[in-house]
Antibody, heavy 121, light 107 residues
Framework: QVQLQESGPGLVRPPQTLSLTCSVS??????????WTWVRQAAGTGLEWIGRLEYIGTSTYNPSLESRVTISVDTSRNEFSLRLTSVTAADTAVYYC?????????????WGRGTTVTVSS | DIQMTQSPSTLSASVGDRVTITCRASQTVFHWLAWYQQKPGKAPRLLIYKVSSLETGVPSRFSGSGSGTEFTLTINSLQPDDFATYYCQHYYAAPRAFGQGTKVEIK
């Protein structure tokens, strides 16, 4: 079945750009998974929805991050990515990628294991 | 933006108990409501989608109900594996917000 794996630097210096990749295995990003989503979780807190990109090309973002966030897809590499600019310590969190493998579900039925990103100088 | 509020924040229960968690939306999300379970150090796991549909492989002791702005997750006969944090999420429109979570602890 489809599996996701996040990758990227564990440490980012402010105010640089955070870039993470979500690799899709066990299926094709072009048809086996949709609603390519990023969610983050700061230590000891709840889940924060960052945004998503749909197969049809529509992207939507959390207004609190919208000016700094881009989600993109590379179908040739079977992966999608998160780019967050001008990071601060408040962006320190575990970042998860997720998606939907069953269109009738539309919620996040597959998740990566998460990757920890620390923002510190 | 639609805000999601869960109650309680923490719940103490014993194995075998019936547990109910409430999630309220600041405006209608129709039937676009999901529940997730998260254990420490792990990714969330989808339990229920579209208010009451059980995800494949999820035990039948989990159930969801509600409509519009008020929803509940019920766990019948709580099992040791169920002690975790539970989140609701609406996916009606962006931002697809999560509730703040409900931690189910051992009493």
């Amino acid at each position: 079945q489809v599996q996701l794996q996040e990758s990227g630097p564990g440490l980012v210096r402010p105010p640089q750009t955070l870039s993470l990749t979500c690799s899709v295995s066990g299926g094709s990003i072009n048809g086996d998974i949709d609603y390519w989503t990023w969610v983050r979780q700061a230590a000891g807190t709840g889940l924060e929805w960052i945004g998503r990109l749909e197969y049809i090309g529509t992207s939507t973002y959390n207004p609190s991050l919208e000016s700094r966030v881009t989600i993109s897809v590379d179908t040739s590499r079977n992966e999608f990515s998160l780019r967050l600019t001008s990071v601060t310590a408040a962006d320190t969190a575990v970042y998860y990628c997720g998606g939907t493998t069953k269109n009738y579900v539309r919620a996040l039925d597959v998740w990566g294991r998460g990757t920890t990103v620390t923002v510190s100088s | 933006d639609i805000q999601m509020t869960q109650s309680p924040s923490t719940l103490s229960a014993s194995v075998g108990d019936r547990v109910t968690i409430t999630c309220r939306a600041s405006q209608t999300v129709f039937h676009w409501l999901a529940w997730y379970q998260q254990k420490p150090g792990k990714a969330p796991r989808l339990l229920i989608y579209k208010v009451s549909s059980l995800e494949t492989g999820v035990p039948s002791r989990f159930s969801g109900s509600g409509s519009g702005t008020e929803f509940t997750l019920t766990i019948n006969s709580l099992q040791p594996d169920d002690f975790a944090t539970y989140y609701c999420q609406h996916y009606y429109a962006a931002p697809r917000a999560f509730g703040q979570g409900t931690k189910v602890e051992i009493k």
